[in-house]
Every structure is written in C-alpha cells, then in structure tokens.
C-alpha cells in the first residue's frame, strides 16, 4: 500500500489567543492525501532508509547526518522519475513511486524512487501546480501541524478534518496578519502561506512563514 506523506520530527506551534506556546513533538506518521494520519509502517520505513542511504553516499556525509521531512506517493510521468538528464530518452509510462523530502542542515534534498530505483533529483523540474521544496512543507509540516491544533482545540478526530487548500502570502511584518494586543512588531516583509483546514462545512484559517504555525482568526469557544 502506498503512502502520500510522512511526518517527521518536531515543530513549535504559535497561536494567537493562547498565553504560551504549544510543542508538537510526534513518532514519524504516515498522511493519505485525504490528510489522515496513520503510524509509520515498515513499507514507509523502508523507503525513507533507502533515500537517506542515496543521499548520504552522493553527498559524501554519514547517515546520522540526513533528516526524513516527507515521503509522498507519485506518479512520475516516464521513466526518468521526474528528474530528466538531457539528450536521454525516456520510456513514456506512468511509473508508480515516491518523492523523498530530507534535510541536511537547513539545506532540502530531494530522493526520487520507483520500484526500489532511487535517485538524488538536484535539478528539480516543476510540474503543473509548482509543487517545489516551500509547497511539500506546506502540504507536510506546516499542515500538519495546524490540524493538529486544530484537533486538539475543537477535540474532534483527525479524520474529522480536512486539509482544504494553502496559497502563498507575504504580511507586513512578523505579526503574519494577526498581530497579538501591545506586542510591537518590526516593519519587514514576511513571505508565507495561508492554509485553509475544514471541518464539516466550517473553514478555519491558519498562516505560516514555513516555521511558525498560526491560527488567524483566533479561534475561541463556538
């Protein structure tokens, strides 16, 4: 069975309307694109083992070194895994594999997979819909974080919410659009992200600069 995300790793949680910060620090989970998670299984173990593996050899660096972001399930559009080289020929089938998001310091790599073939893919070539290193931490870290949240301030199942969409914002300042009572905030533009959650027919709207998560309304008692 093939997985869309996995989540490693912690994240802080910043929200507005509460008197301190929340830490999210969680097992590695395995997330469907409808944004249910489920615990890491040994399939998704597996193929995030065999992408830090490629990429510490190409990089020259020891294993302990690399970090599992993601691990998303793809169709790559030929046999090249989505990463072509030029003047090579590639056989135009849909190959079924998967996109592994890993970090080495703050630097993103990118391992491309299919039928236990992996490989580091340095030259990314976007598809349709811009999906680059900023959109798999929207769609991975980031929104999973603010659903956490969410869950835990409305105390319903994950599988009761729904990671509806995110689009790309840049805010005044460091206050992301929702500036906290008598804090004062630096003039200095602030490039991110609004992402939508939905839970029933209720939208509930959280903002990120790719770390910090925010809830913007504050989301208080119905």
Known sequence: MRRSWVLAGSLAIATVGCNKN???????????????????????QSLADLAVEVLAKDLGVTKGEVQV?????????????????????YMQVITPGHKITLRVGKQLYFVHEANGRALVCKKQKKPQGA????????????ALAAKQDLMTRLGVEDEKVRIASARPKTWPDAALGCPEEGKQYAAA??????????????DYTYHTDLERVIACPAITAD
């Open 131 to 142: 999906v680059d290193a900023k959109l798999d931490l929207v769609w991975g870290k980031m």
């Open 22 to 44: 929340a830490a999210s620090k969680s097992e590695p989970k395995a997330v469907t694109p409808e944004g249910k998670m489920k615990a890491l299984d040994p399939e998704d």
């Open 189 to 202: 533009e602030v490039e991110g992200w609004v992402i939508k959650l939905r839970v029933g027919e209720r």
């Open 69 to 89: 972001d993601t691990v998303r399930a793809v169709d790559w559009p030929d046999s090249s895994l989505g990463c072509p080289q030029p003047d090579r020929a």
